[in-house]
């Protein structure tokens, strides 16, 4: 079966800190997608960034970036240098070639000024 | 390019009674999904049309949930009658194709339900 922990409920930081959220997967299937969302306060979710299995290499996108390592299922995503607009809560989601996504509970992630 | 449009955004209903929420995919997205997303969890796919066929609807609790998409553009999520349980996010979401394709799906801003 399919899974996707995200053991950090809340993070709270202060700007200009760096902060890494946790992701691990379980799954059975050799191919399958692993993706970020950000869900700011006004609820529509933002697509981050989608990853195959196929694709270890690690990714940086501005002051985001993502660790994918298969060994231990995970895939955690870092923000440097936090700003305030980074505040949100984050989903991790894994979807299977031939089943639905399946999202993780969600880290709230809050940046203080 | 629009986003996908959800309406209403905010609804508050006495168990028991029905509702209706609509959603309006991006122009040319093959695939819509609705999902339920219950505070403090991640949403939760209820339903998936590709055009007018249901691809998935195996989370649905179809005693009381339904949804159409008849004419392959804009759909309807009805739920009929509606339980405290209910009260959530309903998230809609399309793609311009399926999931699982390397396919990045767009997200509606959400209808947030509450049932008393």
């Known amino acids: 079966a399919q899974k996707v922990t995200q053991a950090q409920t809340e993070i709270s930081v202060v700007e200009k800190e760096d902060v890494t959220l946790d992701c691990v997967y379980e799954?059975?299937?050799?191919?399958?997608?692993l993706f970020w969302y950000k869900q700011p306060p006004s609820g529509e979710l933002v697509f981050l960034i989608r990853?195959?299995?196929?694709?270890?290499q690690n990714e940086i996108s501005g002051r985001y970036s993502w660790n994918f390592q298969k060994s231990t299922s995970s895939f955690n995503f870092t923000i440097t240098a936090s700003q305030v607009v980074d505040s949100a809560v984050y989903f991790c989601?894994?979807?299977?070639?031939?089943?639905?996504?399946?999202f993780g509970s969600g880290t709230r992630l809050s940046i203080r000024p | 390019e629009a986003g996908v449009a959800q309406s209403p955004r905010y609804k508050i209903i006495e168990k028991r009674q029905s509702v209706a929420f609509w959603c309006n995919p991006i122009s040319g997205h093959a695939t819509l999904y609705w999902y339920q997303q219950i505070l403090g969890q991640g949403p939760k796919l209820l339903i998936q049309f590709q055009n007018n066929g249901v691809v998935d609807d195996s989370q649905l609790p179809k005693d009381r949930f339904s949804a159409e998409r008849l004419k392959g553009v804009d759909s309807t999520l009805k739920i009929q009658p509606a339980k405290l349980e209910d009260s959530a996010v309903y998230l809609c979401?399309?793609?311009?194709?399926?999931?699982?394709?390397?396919?990045?799906?767009?997200f509606g801003p959400g209808t947030r339900l509450t049932v008393l």
């Open positions: 990853r195959n299995s196929f694709d270890e």
């Open positions: 979401a399309s793609s311009f194709l399926g999931r699982g394709r390397n396919n990045e799906q767009f």
């Open positions: 799954t059975r299937d050799t191919t399958y997608y």
């Open positions: 989601a894994l979807s299977e070639t031939a089943s639905k996504i399946i």
